[in-house]
């Protein structure tokens, strides 16, 4: 059973950054994917960052070019930085694994963006 811890989540004013870490109680076989989703209040979950083991990369449009995925396997971790946060950024935000077929969450960590 992979367990799945994130981390990082704080509350940042407009522009500024955070690195949000997902950290699992043990590697994650290939293939899998790895990806970032949030959620705000009275909005669907959606995904703003994807990883998966062939390296590929996957945006939402809207966290183009602002945030990076990236992975850490020696650390069994991954990681979400996100720079020049808007307004609009503000969510509770999901680790998700996807391998062998199963799909595992975090609990969340919050991001809030505010003046």
């Known amino acids: 059973q992979v367990q799945v811890v994130e981390s990082g989540g704080d509350l940042v004013q407009p522009g500024g950054s955070l690195r949000l870490s997902c950290a699992t109680n043990g590697s994650i076989d290939s293939p899998y994917l790895l990806a970032w989703y949030r959620q705000a209040p009275g909005q669907e979950r959606e995904r703003v960052a994807a990883?998966?083991?062939?390296?590929?990369?996957v945006y939402a449009d809207s966290v183009q070019g602002r945030f990076t995925i990236s992975r850490d396997p020696a650390k069994n971790t991954m990681y979400l930085q996100m720079n020049s946060l808007k307004l609009e950024d503000t969510a509770l935000y999901y680790c998700n694994i996807f391998s062998r077929g199963v799909n595992y969450w975090g609990q969340g960590t919050q991001v809030t963006v505010s003046s």
């Open positions: 990883l998966n083991s062939g390296h590929k990369l």
